[in-house]
């Protein structure tokens, strides 16, 4: 069965100090991995795809890596205002119409 | 500026009621997507749309409805609301482009249900 798994379900860091968020997935024939932000109340906000594995993407403290059996989103000196719960989610090869399966989720919280 | 609006933010029906969520995008988007989110299940889809007038049942379709007249609208319809159908509602559009390269999903605000 086609699965996303994210992990810690959630992560307590000081302010600067640098972790990674963990996704692991199980899907046939990948066609892409998204990472989203959501803050609470609100809509997932689109970060990054990653297409194959090898591929990273960075934007501002974040970079996402990709490996064939997971990803990886890296934040370095991380800011209260990266608070946010992380979803990844999956877009399996047999997918149709952009059927894709999301994680649960790492809350994230940065302590000034 | 990309934009996925819907509706309403918040909601409060009473069980029975029939209830039309809408959501709009500005993108010339072909898929859309409607997803319930509740706390330790994550986001669960619902109902989806790759073309006007076309529809295919997500995870949870049971209990809800959908419509699509409109490239830019997608409607979900609670026929009869229920008490377990509280919960965060979320729209989300996406583009295709090329032959089966579905590219990332946008998504609304969120509406917030209570079904009382």
């Known amino acids: 069965e086609d699965q996303v798994t994210q992990s810690p379900e959630a992560l307590r860091l000081q302010e600067g100090e640098s972790s990674s968020l963990n996704c692991s997935y199980t899907v046939s024939g990948l066609r892409g991995l998204f990472w989203y932000r959501q803050d609470p109340g609100k809509g997932p906000e689109f970060l990054f795809t990653?297409?194959?594995a090898g591929e990273e993407k960075e934007k501002e403290r974040l970079k996402a890596t990709l490996t064939k059996k997971e990803s990886f989103l890296h934040i370095t000196a991380p800011k209260p205002e990266d608070s946010a719960t992380y979803l990844c989610a999956a877009h399996p090869g047999y997918s149709s119409a952009s059927k894709i399966i999301f994680g649960s989720g790492t809350r994230l919280s940065i302590r000034p | 500026d990309v934009k996925v609006t819907q509706s309403s933010r918040y909601l409060v029906k009473r069980t029975g009621e029939k209830v039309f969520l809408e959501c709009v995008q500005d993108?010339?988007?072909?898929?859309m997507f409607w997803y319930r989110q509740d706390p330790g299940l994550g986001l669960r889809l619902i109902y989806f749309s790759y073309d006007v007038k076309m529809k295919e049942k997500g995870d949870i379709p049971e209990g809800y409805s959908v419509s699509r007249e409109k490239k830019e609208r997608f409607s979900l319809i609670l026929e009869s609301a229920s008490t377990n159908q509280t919960s965060m509602y979320l729209c989300?559009?996406?583009?295709?482009?090329?032959?089966?390269?579905?590219?990332?999903?946008?998504f609304g605000p969120g509406t917030r249900l209570t079904v009382l």
């Open positions: 993108m010339d988007h072909e898929n």
């Open positions: 990653l297409y194959s």
């Open positions: 989300a559009s996406s583009s295709t482009s090329g032959i089966d390269h579905y590219n990332e999903q946008f």
